[in-house]
């Protein structure tokens, strides 16, 4: 093993996790919600990816709010929270009323915005 | 300890994570969603935020994942039939979502790749007497108007899903 490499595994062993680990997993996280926005055809599972990248989010601001030793991250992600789940309230009722409308799931044939 | 368990819990993220988005069926997108959020509270707990953690349990994986896996039974929603999507899509999709995440990670190893580190019990301030107590001193204005934003939701969300009165 190198040597900067055992010296970095001593000292994540005796410290902890490093906060940038956190902030990693947080943009893998992201990355993974808007890989499903940009790539699903169904309406739910779109709005599923959206929420993974709120929880993404989410998950950086009580990474912050350990590291500053504060609890504002913890109030920002309360409020963000309660804005999912009001969005989630409506969101699932504008599905369906679409399904009710339509008669489909499929985000591309729901464009009349379009033309 | 502490990394032991944030390597576990951060993979089976991860790995819940890419099987929302690889799943055909809604349904094991949706179970595969409270994975990722179980696991996150898991993490939110091992980073010091006892009431967050308890929230998100309740409030994500229980009220709003059950929310959606009854709009996927109401709609009787099957797996997704794969359609054409558009080449521009395919061909730089990948590439720009590797390019976003590679340029966030650059920013976040330079600007926090020294910033300390997360010991299990360094950090007591996110009890729900110490959430409490922000939350209804310094931020009472905003947690005030946040009932009216639910109400004008609930408000929408039966405009929006009732049947027409005519």
């Avoid at chain 1, 490499?5 to 001593?10: N, R, S, T």
């Avoid at chain 1, 943009?27 to 599972?45: D, E, H, N, P, Y």
């Avoid at chain 2, 709003?64 to 521009?88: D, P």
Wanted: charged letters at 10%; one cysteine or more; glycine letters at 8%.
């Amino acid at each position: 093993m190198p040597e900067g490499l055992q010296q970095g595994a001593q000292q994540i062993l005796a410290n902890g996790v490093p906060i940038s680990w956190y902030l990693i997993l947080s943009a893998v996280l992201f990355t993974l919600g808007v890989a499903g926005f940009l790539f699903r055809r169904s309406i739910i599972t779109v709005f599923m990816c959206i929420e993974l990248m709120l929880n993404a989010v989410n998950l950086s601001f009580v990474a912050f709010s350990n590291m500053h030793r504060q609890v504002g991250g913890h109030i920002f992600t309360f409020f963000v929270m309660v804005v999912a789940a009001a969005e989630a309230a409506v969101g699932l009722a504008i599905i369906l009323t679409v399904f009710k409308n339509r008669g489909t799931l499929n985000i591309d044939e729901v464009s009349s915005l379009k033309n | 300890m502490d990394i032991f368990f944030f390597i576990l819990f951060a993979t089976i993220a991860v790995v819940c994570g890419i099987s929302v988005i690889l799943q055909k069926h809604p349904i094991s997108s949706a179970l595969s969603l409270v994975g990722v959020m179980g696991s996150i509270a898991v993490l939110y707990l091992a980073l010091g935020a006892e009431f967050i953690a308890m929230a998100q349990i309740i409030v994500y994986a229980g009220a709003v994942m059950v929310l959606f896996i009854f709009v996927i039974m109401l709609l009787n929603a099957g797996a997704e039939q794969a359609a054409g999507r558009s080449w521009m899509a395919q061909l730089l999709g990948i590439p720009a979502l590797l390019a976003m995440f590679g340029v966030v990670a650059y920013f976040i190893q330079s600007y926090f790749g020294n910033a300390g580190f997360m010991k299990f019990g360094n950090f007591k301030g996110g009890s729900a007497q110490s959430v409490g107590m922000a939350l209804f001193t310094d931020y009472l204005l905003p947690f005030e108007v946040t009932s009216v934003l639910i109400l004008v939701a609930i408000l929408g969300a039966i405009v929006l899903a009732r049947k027409e009165l005519d």
